[in-house]
C-alpha cells in the first residue's frame, strides 16, 4: 500500500534556530501534500496545503513565513519550521494525497520540542 | 462551516466489551466520512471509511455506518482488545481537505 517517510520522527533544538522536516511518498506520486500540528491530547489542526510545483496555501493564522513549505517533486514535500520557540514545540504530521487523488496516507510524525 | 464532534474521551472498557464512539458531522453536501486511529508514539492510519450515505465501513472489526439522517458515523466494535487502546479520529474530507474531531481517547483493560 501507499507509505509516506516523514523525517525525522522526533528533534530537540535550541530556541531561534530552524528545523526542516521532510515528507516523502514512497511508493506513489503526491500532487498534494498536507502539513498538520497536533497539540497534546487535540486533534490535528490543518496548517497548509502544497501543491507540487506551486505555493502552498496556509490556512488562517498560520505564519507562512514562520513555517516555509516546499513541495519540489511529486515525492518530496518539505515544511521549515524557521526560527523556533518553546511554544512551536509540537507534533507535526504531513499527509499525502495520490496523483489520482483516491486516497490520503499519512506519514508517522515529527515530535518538535524547542528548548 | 464544515465540523466534526466526537465524544469526548477518556473511554476504559474491560477487554471484550462492546465500543461505541459517537461521531456528527456538519457539512455542505456529501462530505466522505473516515475514522483515523493513532496508537502510542505513531502517526495516523486509516480504520475505516464510507464515501455515501448508508455505506457501512469495516476493518479490523470496527464498524461505522454514514448515516445521513442523522450526520453520523458511530464507530462500533463487539468485542475489544487491549491492542485497540489508542486514540480515534473521526473525519470527513470537505474541499480537499480532511477536518478532524478533537479525538477519543480509548484504553483498554485486561
Known amino acids: 500500500g501507499a507509505v509516506v517517510s516523514q523525517h525525522p520522527s522526533w528533534v530537540i533544538c535550541k530556541s531561534g534556530t530552524s528545523v526542516k522536516i521532510e515528507c516523502r511518498s514512497l511508493d506513489f506520486q503526491a500532487t498534494t501534500m498536507f502539513w498538520y500540528r497536533q497539540f497534546p491530547k487535540q486533534s490535528l489542526m490543518l496548517m497548509a496545503t502544497s501543491n507540487e510545483g506551486s505555493k502552498a496555501t496556509y490556512e488562517q493564522g498560520v505564519e507562512k513565513d514562520k513555517f516555509l513549505i516546499n513541495h519540489a517533486s511529486l515525492t518530496l514535500s518539505t515544511l521549515t519550521v524557521t526560527s523556533a520557540h518553546p511554544e512551536d514545540s509540537s507534533f507535526y504530521i504531513c499527509?499525502?494525497?495520490?496523483?489520482?487523488?483516491?486516497?490520503?496516507?499519512f506519514g508517522s510524525g515529527t515530535r518538535l520540542t524547542v528548548v | 462551516g464544515n465540523s466534526v464532534t466526537q465524544m469526548e474521551g477518556p473511554v476504559t472498557l474491560s477487554e471484550e466489551a462492546f465500543l461505541t464512539i459517537n461521531c456528527t458531522y456538519t457539512?455542505?453536501?456529501?462530505?466522505?466520512l473516515f475514522w483515523y486511529v493513532q496508537y502510542p508514539g505513531e502517526g495516523l492510519q486509516l480504520l475505516l471509511k464510507a464515501t455515501k450515505a448508508d455505506d457501512k465501513g469495516s476493518n479490523k472489526g470496527f464498524e461505522a455506518t454514514y448515516r445521513k439522517e442523522t450526520t453520523s458515523f458511530h464507530l462500533e466494535k463487539g468485542s475489544v482488545q487491549v491492542s485497540d487502546s489508542a486514540v480515534y479520529f473521526c473525519a470527513l474530507n470537505r474541499d480537499d481537505k480532511i477536518i478532524f474531531g478533537k479525538g477519543t481517547r480509548l484504553h483498554i483493560l485486561p
Open positions: 499527509s499525502a494525497r495520490d496523483i489520482v487523488g483516491s486516497g490520503y496516507t
Open positions: 457539512a455542505t453536501g456529501y462530505p466522505s
